[in-house]
C-alpha cells in the first residue's frame, strides 16, 4: 500500500519557472513531512519539512504548503534554476515507536536554461 | 545539517562472498538508524531499523540473515550482506536519526551518500 502519493513523475521547468510537485498522504497519524532532494549517485538531503499545524512553511526559494483536512502537500520551487535539477521525495513521518519514514515515489525535475 | 557518513561509497564484489557497509554519524549520536535500498529511478525502500545495543527490526520480504545489521555504538551501523548475488546489485543507504534538541527537536534523520553495490 503506498501511503504517500506523489506526482508528477517527471517535470521539466524553464529557468526563473516555478516547479510544484503534489503529495497526497493517507494515513492521519503522520505528524511531520519533509522534503528531500536528490542528486544522481548521492543519498537524500533534508530539503525543507513542516509539521501539520502550520499551512505553509518557506525556506529561501522553497516553500511547502500544507492542507490537513485535504492530506495533501505540495513543494514549490520558485524561481528554478539549472542546478535544481534533482529528484525530489516527498515523504512522510508518524510519531512514536521508530519514527520511520514513509517516502513518496519521487518526482525527477529538470531545470532547462 | 548533522553529518552521516556511509563507506564505501561503491564497491564490487563476486557471487558468493560478503559486503559490509559502514554507517556513521559524525557529530551527533544516533541510538536509532536506517537501511534503505533504492533501485534506479525508484524509491528508498526501508529495509530495517537499527538500534544501538539491540537487534534490528526488518521490514517484511527482507531476509535478516541475509542482511545483516550490526549498530554496536552509538555511532556506527554495519549491513553486511553476506553469499551476494547479481539481483543484490543495488544502491544502499543508511539514516541516522538525531534526538538532541539542537536541530529543532523534531529528531530529523540524516541520509548518508550512498553506497553502489555490484555483484558480479
Known amino acids: 500500500q503506498q501511503q504517500v502519493k506523489q506526482s508528477p513523475q517527471s517535470l521539466i521547468v524553464q529557468k526563473g519557472g516555478i516547479s510544484i510537485i503534489n503529495c497526497a498522504y493517507e494515513?492521519?497519524?503522520?505528524?511531520?513531512f519533509p522534503w528531500y532532494q536528490q542528486f544522481p549517485g548521492k543519498g537524500p538531503a533534508l530539503l525543507i519539512a513542516?509539521?501539520?499545524?502550520?499551512s505553509e512553511k518557506k525556506e529561501g526559494r522553497f516553500t511547502i504548503s500544507f492542507n490537513k483536512s485535504a492530506k495533501q502537500f505540495s513543494l514549490h520551487i520558485m524561481d528554478s534554476q539549472p542546478g535544481d535539477s534533482a529528484t525530489y521525495f516527498c515523504?512522510?513521518?508518524?510519531?512514536?515507536?521508530?519514527?520511520?519514514?514513509?517516502f513518496g515515489t519521487g518526482t525527477k525535475l529538470q531545470v532547462i536554461p | 545539517g548533522a553529518v552521516v557518513s556511509q563507506h564505501p561509497s561503491r564497491v564490487i564484489c563476486k557471487s558468493g562472498t560478503s559486503v559490509k557497509i559502514e554507517c556513521r554519524s559524525l557529530?551527533?549520536?544516533?541510538?536509532?538508524m536506517f537501511w534503505y535500498r533504492q533501485f534506479p529511478k525508484q524509491s528508498l525502500m526501508l529495509m530495517a531499523t537499527?538500534?544501538?545495543?539491540?537487534?534490528?527490526?526488518?521490514e517484511q520480504g527482507v531476509e535478516k540473515d541475509k542482511f545483516l545489521i550490526n549498530h554496536a555504538s552509538l555511532t556506527l551501523s554495519t549491513l553486511t550482506v553476506t553469499s551476494a548475488h547479481p539481483e543484490d546489485s543495488s544502491f544502499y543507504i543508511c539514516?541516522?536519526?538525531?534526538?538532541?534538541?539542537?536541530?529543532?527537536?523534531?529528531?530529523?534523520?540524516?541520509f548518508g551518500q550512498g553506497t553502489r553495490l555490484t555483484v558480479v
Open positions: 513542516i509539521r501539520p499545524d502550520v
Open positions: 515523504a512522510a513521518r508518524r510519531s512514536g515507536g521508530y519514527q520511520k519514514v514513509t
Open positions: 557529530d551527533f549520536q544516533a541510538t536509532t
Open positions: 494515513n492521519t497519524a503522520f505528524d511531520y
Open positions: 537499527s538500534n544501538e545495543g539491540s537487534k534490528a527490526t526488518y
Open positions: 539514516s541516522a536519526r538525531d534526538n538532541t534538541a539542537n536541530r529543532g527537536g523534531w529528531g530529523e534523520a540524516f
